[in-house]
């Protein structure tokens, strides 16, 4: 398994943009697909973005297509989640997931999280 650690929350206005980062150890993280999602209190935990191991594919939720773009460098064990156009309805924590040879969909198996970053969107 790997261990993820997310980065590049804040507090920030709308329309504002931020980059979320999510860090991940051990050397077969090019075997993962990755996923982003977010959380609000009382809510469950809701997909975001995904991609495939390999990047090729990308998939999204209809609240932030055209808005959030996911993506990853494997040299890095990074992966990130470009947020542009940010609304109040955007704020949460946001985790990031790992699923070993997955989808990238939001149906994936993801089996590895990380601690979370809160995004703060003000209006």
């Known amino acids: 398994q790997v261990q993820l650690i997310e980065s590049g929350g804040g507090s920030v206005q709308a329309g504002d943009s931020l980059r979320l980062s999510c860090a991940a150890s051990?050397?077969?993280?090019?075997?993962?697909?990755m996923g982003w999602f977010r959380q609000t209190t009382g809510k469950n935990r809701a997909f975001v973005a995904g991609?495939?191991?390999?990047?090729?594919?990308?998939y999204y939720a209809d609240s932030v297509k055209g808005r959030f773009t996911i993506f990853r460098d494997n040299a890095k064990n990074t992966v990130y989640l470009q947020m542009n156009s940010l609304k109040p309805e955007d704020t949460a924590v946001y985790y990031c997931?790992?699923?070993?040879w997955g989808s990238g969909t939001s149906k994936g198996g993801y089996d590895c999280w990380g601690q979370g970053t809160q995004v703060t969107v003000s209006s």
């Open positions: 051990g050397r077969t993280f090019s075997s993962y697909a």
């Open positions: 997931a790992a699923d070993r």
């Open positions: 991609i495939t191991w390999s990047g090729s594919s990308t």
